[in-house]
């Protein structure tokens, strides 16, 4: 039974009163706390601001004499009874129950803890697979350093959030298994987009100098948001033969130390493919090699500044990629490019829209391919490396795309040539300056067939444009200044003029 005898306190305290604390014993304070279970709560109290302790909740409740109902005062909860009425991320400090109001598991709650020294691996994904036969929830790391020394996969509906850089992911990975992913999902094994759907990871620094970081393989809308990188073995993010994958927020002061470095990678798993794969802690398993074209995915306000000097920023690699799009964001520091995509692979539909490409030895280089591209948008780009001694190749270099718009963008620095293009049909470029270059500013080199308006060509120590063979550009309201040459042709080269 509820124990409704006021608790003995302080009575009425006059300053002016000769005030004797013996007095005092006797005395009952209107404001003390009433303890028992929660079942035993009277169903009104006595008093405006009455407490009740419910002992088996942990939670004390104030009655409110206006609203005519018990709220809450203080308390932490239990792990069955949760704080009432609190956010996701309220209710993932103080509980790990999934309620119908508040799916959160708070990793703590369950034992893992994110002491630098522990390896919680088994434990995440033991919690991870518990939550996934819940139907899904958010499972929050609180402050701290977790090692997992197996890689956790991530269920359906599943968030793992954490506490923002001061949550810190680190795989432990023995010597001569570098390299596998810190972080995947389940069904990486699946075949076409069969994998876990609609999980996020948010809010978590990695730092994990012997693994990748977060790969999704196989899997269906992906939300990675906040993600800071710092040391990492390949990638921060690694997107394989995945579809509907949005990275926003993610910030990387370090590249990969392995022979593949960007901080960001999208990819397809090829047959034969020996890379991307999960490790249980015993072992690494593959990432299903169907060739699943990794489709529809957006990196977003992102910073990419490593102090390592990583050979690319953003790497588009190994198989055909469909609609992928960076926009908003900032890459410097690349000892190769800022963003790549290898020769002869399959590229479609690729925007890359306000992007500011700083101090690397190139900016954009989309590796040859004669043909089987198409759609190519680059818009709002600034490509600039000031230092001569960093600068080499080219500013912008792409080729194989059947359709390409180029808008509002500057190239500058001392590269080889600023733009350069191959086997390309239907190329418009517009409002586009190229200062600095060693060479050309504009090169139509082979089989490219291009219309090149309202655009600048400065400061270059060879041509202005240049048409090479079986190339067709027309040209007009191109101002040229300081150049070798206004224009050197061995295809076709037409200038027209507008009334």
Excluded at 257 to 270: H, I, L, M, T, Y
Excluded at 322 to 345: F, V
Excluded at 458 to 478: H, L, Q, R, T, W
Excluded at 479 to 489: A, K, L, M, S
Aim: glycine share 12%; with cysteine; net charge negative.
């Amino acid at each position: 039974m509820a124990d409704r005898t006021p608790r003995l306190g302080l009575g009425t305290f006059d300053p002016g009163d000769d005030w004797d604390h013996t007095d005092t014993v006797e005395a009952v304070d209107e404001h003390a706390i009433v303890r028992g279970p929660i079942a035993e709560r009277p169903a009104s109290g006595e008093y405006d601001d009455e407490l009740y302790h419910a002992t088996d909740q942990g939670i004390t409740w104030r009655w409110d004499a206006d609203g005519g109902d018990w709220t809450y005062f203080s308390g932490q909860g239990s792990a069955d009874r949760p704080v009432p009425g609190t956010s996701h991320f309220e209710a993932a400090r103080v509980v790990h129950a999934r309620t119908a109001e508040t799916p959160v598991w708070n990793v703590e709650a369950h034992g893992i803890e994110g002491d630098g020294t522990t390896e919680v691996g088994q434990a995440v994904h033991d919690l991870l697979e518990t939550v996934a036969q819940a139907g899904g929830g958010i499972v929050y790391f609180p402050p701290g350093r977790y090692l997992l020394e197996r890689t956790p996969l991530i269920g359906d509906d599943t968030i793992l959030l954490g506490a923002g850089r001061a949550t810190v992911l680190e795989g432990t990975r023995p010597d001569g298994d570098e390299g596998r992913a810190l972080v995947s999902n389940r069904g990486y094994d699946e075949r076409g987009y069969d994998g876990a759907s609609n999980w996020a990871v948010c809010n978590v620094r990695i730092d994990s100098p012997k693994s990748t970081g977060i790969m999704p393989a196989h899997a269906d809308t992906v939300r990675l948001e906040n993600i800071y990188g710092d040391r990492i073995y390949y990638h921060h993010i690694d997107i394989v033969s995945s579809r509907n994958v949005t990275v926003d927020g993610f910030r990387a002061t370090r590249g990969g130390e392995g022979d593949s470095d960007a901080p960001v990678q999208f990819d397809s798993q090829r047959s034969g493919t020996a890379w991307n794969s999960v490790w249980d802690g015993d072992g690494d398993a593959l990432v299903a090699d169907d060739e699943t074209p990794t489709r529809n995915c957006t990196l977003a306000d992102f910073e990419i500044d490593p102090a390592n000097g990583p050979e690319y920023g953003v790497h588009l690699h190994r198989g055909e990629t469909e609609s992928i799009t960076l926009r908003d964001g900032h890459i410097t520091g690349c000892q190769y490019t800022a963003i790549r995509a290898d020769p002869d692979e399959e590229i479609a539909d690729l925007t890359i829209d306000g992007v500011s490409c700083l101090e690397n030895a190139r900016g954009i280089t989309l590796g040859h391919s004669e043909s089987g591209r198409r759609e190519l948008t680059i818009d709002n780009v600034t490509i600039r490396t000031d230092d001569p001694d960093v600068a080499s190749g080219s500013g912008v270099y792409a080729a194989g795309f059947d359709g390409a718009a180029i808008s509002n963008v500057t190239v500058d620095g001392a590269f080889t040539n600023a733009v350069i293009f191959d086997d390309m049909t239907d190329l418009k470029l517009s409002t586009v300056t190229a200062t600095g270059a060693d060479d050309q500013a504009f090169r139509f080199r082979e089989n490219v067939d291009a219309t090149l308006t309202t655009a600048r060509a400065a400061n270059c120590g060879s041509a202005g444009i240049y048409s090479g063979p079986g190339s067709s550009v027309a040209y007009g309201g191109v101002t040229f200044d300081d150049v070798g040459e206004t224009v050197v042709v061995d295809g076709e080269l037409r200038e027209w003029s507008s009334s």
